[in-house]
């Protein structure tokens, strides 16, 4: 398999990382291994503005001691160093204070899966030159720039990486996998001064024959820009808010962000009571499946070498489960959920990834209809969310609707709610994109509070 010449070596690290561990007096370790190359270049006014290529290899290892852990990072695989880096592992684990709730996953719980074979999360197609990511940005910029309307393009940019992953433990496991990915973005410019508003367009894709054209991606960026001219607060009262589909997701993200179990397991989540109860309208599921092909949020097993598997975190509106790693599980008297991530200088956390949210049967422009009047929101910035009440408030920009119809863009306002009210209403549209890790239309909400004028 092509994934194999980009893991080997990492196997080869870890084991060595694990047998230091182990004669510097360590009862159980693990250990994750990152090698990563990136190229990526920025474009402005015709011209190379920035051009960075990037090569590097970290690796993580965690010790235990009784219920005693500790980690430690690096980025040289010496001999030397990883004897330094297990002594120092084991002396600081000795130090720590106890966790009842550390520990490594018994071997009945490993996946089975341990390569990512059949996920294509790695494109075997060369490297692309750095002239050819120049060729894209430039396509990019120009296309923006020949919109009428765009006063200057902010960026264009175009990237490549390619990234390995290896993760071992002295509870038997090892497992590694190879991803890639492929980028093209522009941000452009309408107005002038004060009157200036700013648009983007982005896509990235695994496979590289995948991507869709670079002008393509700059006009897109472009026409928004062009769109938000002339920009305006809008009312200030209750309305309905529809979320775009580029920005919806970030709605389900507090969602997430309220059932992760180091939220539950600390008690400070507005949804830490409400396992079996609605959170999403009777019909709506939020479905996490990790094993989807070409998708850039998959993976075969977890940071804790648990098997990767579809589930319904919330089934036809009522919620199922917690994103659980092995510690907050053990901390709720339950099974880990297989969420675990982790970096190189920590230990392993919750999160998810690959979510699908059911679609409505209704396009954008029939929600907008129905809506008659309110706010289309386009960009979000700022955050004020109240993790135990779930009280929201977010600054916004995008488009006021009259009559079912875009009527004006709109920026310097203020949306607010409660998540557990706004949630329990939703209405999605039916304009999700497949090719993303969240797969999340529009999102309508009724009876929102908005600050304007």
């Given amino acids: 398999m092509f994934d194999d010449h980009l893991t080997s070596p990492l196997k080869l690290v870890s084991n060595a990382l694990l047998k230091a561990a182990k004669s510097a007096g360590a009862e159980a370790a693990d250990v994750i291994v990152i090698e990563g190359r990136s190229v990526s270049v920025d474009?402005?006014?015709?011209?190379?503005?920035?051009?960075?290529?990037?090569?590097?290899?970290?690796?993580?290892?965690?010790?235990?001691?009784?219920?005693r852990q500790a980690c430690i990072s690096s980025s040289d695989t010496s001999p030397a160093t990883l004897d330094a880096m297990a002594a120092r592992a084991?002396?600081?684990?000795?130090?720590?204070p106890e966790d009842p709730h550390a520990g490594l996953a018994e071997t009945h719980?490993?996946?089975?899966?341990r390569s990512a074979e059949g996920l294509e999360l790695f494109d075997p197609a060369p490297e692309p030159a750095p002239e050819t990511l120049q060729e894209d940005a430039r396509r990019a910029e120009a296309a923006a720039e020949a919109v009428r309307g765009v006063t200057q393009v902010q960026s264009a940019s175009a990237s490549y990486g390619a990234q390995a992953?290896?993760?071992?433990?002295?509870?038997?496991?090892?497992?590694?996998?190879?991803?890639?990915?492929?980028?093209?973005?522009c941000v452009a410019i309408s107005g002038e001064g004060t009157g200036m508003e700013r648009d983007w367009c982005a896509e990235s894709r695994i496979f590289q024959l995948d991507m869709p054209d670079a002008e393509e991606i700059g006009r897109l960026a472009a026409?928004?820009?062009?769109?938000?001219?002339?920009?305006?607060r809008p009312k200030t009262g209750a309305y309905p808010v529809l979320y775009d589909e580029r920005i919806a997701s970030s709605l389900i993200g507090h969602l997430l962000s309220a059932i992760n179990g180091s939220a539950i397991a600390r008690g400070s989540s507005w949804l830490r009571d409400a396992m079996g109860e609605a959170v999403l309208p009777k019909g709506i599921t939020l479905r996490e499946d990790p094993l989807r092909r070409r998708r850039s949020g998959s993976r075969p097993f977890d940071a804790e070498g648990l098997q990767s598997r579809a589930k319904d975190l919330v089934a036809d509106g009522v919620l199922q489960s917690w994103v659980l790693d092995l510690a907050t599980a053990r901390k709720l008297g339950l099974d880990s959920t297989a969420n675990a991530t982790r970096g190189t200088s920590?230990?392993?956390?919750?999160?998810?990834?690959?979510?699908?949210?059911?679609?409505?049967p209704r396009s954008q422009a029939e929600?907008?209809?129905?809506m008659g009047t309110g706010l289309l929101v386009t960009s979000l910035i700022g955050a004020t969310i109240n993790p135990t009440t779930g009280d929201y408030s977010r600054g916004a920009s995008g488009f006021w609707v009259e009559n079912g119809q875009i009527a004006y863009p709109v920026?310097?306002?203020?949306?607010?709610?409660?998540?557990?009210?706004?949630?329990?209403?939703?209405?999605?549209?039916?304009?999700?994109?497949?090719?993303?890790?969240?797969?999340?239309?529009?999102?309508?909400v009724e009876g929102m509070t908005l600050a304007g004028a």
């Fill in 223 to 232: 026409e928004r820009a062009v769109a938000r001219h002339g920009a305006r």
């Fill in 43 to 67: 474009m402005r006014k015709g011209g190379l503005e920035h051009a960075e290529r990037a090569e590097g290899l970290d690796l993580g290892l965690r010790v235990l001691i009784g219920k």
């Fill in 367 to 370: 929600l907008l209809a129905e």
């Fill in 346 to 360: 920590g230990p392993p956390s919750p999160s998810s990834s690959n979510l699908i949210l059911t679609q409505g």
């Fill in 165 to 185: 992953i290896w993760l071992a433990a002295t509870n038997g496991f090892q497992g590694g996998y190879a991803r890639t990915s492929r980028h093209v973005s």
């Fill in 411 to 444: 920026n310097e306002c203020t949306i607010a709610g409660n998540l557990r009210e706004m949630l329990g209403r939703i209405i999605p549209a039916n304009d999700a994109r497949d090719h993303l890790s969240s797969v999340v239309p529009s999102i309508l």
């Fill in 109 to 113: 719980q490993l996946a089975l899966l």
């Fill in 90 to 96: 084991v002396a600081m684990a000795r130090e720590a």
